[in-house]
Nanobody, 123 residues
Framework: QVQLVETGGGLVQAGGSLRLSCAGS????????MGWFRRAPGKDREFVAA????????NYADSVKDRFTISRDNAKNTVYLEMNSLKPEDTAVYYC????????????????WGQGTQVTVSS
């Protein structure tokens, strides 16, 4: 059974940093695109970032560009999201997503999803 488990969420003050991890099990994701989404209270789920299997292509939402960095370790079947200069509007549940192509993941049609980890940024 394929599972994606996110860790690293928590409470942080504005301007602070957090690093999220998403570890996959049940299959190898080295040939898949891995990404992150988030859902803030009362809002729709939104794309945050995605990274190609080779790490050669990275995509970011405009709202997080230059503050967040996505990376992956294929040997560990894990994707990371380094979040810096956090703002209260970054408060959300963050979800890991895996799919066969960047366009598919960005569109929200990822094949696999994690259960989410809460990130709360206080002002």
């Amino acid at each position: 059974q394929v599972q994606l488990v996110e860790t690293g969420g928590g409470l942080v003050q504005a301007g602070g940093s957090l690093r999220l991890s998403c570890a996959g099990s049940g299959r190898t994701f080295s040939n898949y695109v891995m990404g992150w989404f988030r859902r803030a209270p009362g809002k729709d789920r939104e794309f945050v970032a995605a990274i190609s299997w080779s790490s050669g292509t990275q995509n970011y939402a405009d709202s997080v560009k230059d503050r967040f960095t996505i990376s992956r370790d294929n040997a560990k079947n894990t994707v990371y999201l380094e979040m810096n200069s956090l703002k209260p509007e970054d408060t959300a549940v963050y979800y890991c997503a895996v799919g066969p192509a960047v366009a598919i993941v960005r569109s929200g049609l990822a094949q696999y999803w994690g259960q989410g980890t809460q990130v709360t940024v206080s002002s």
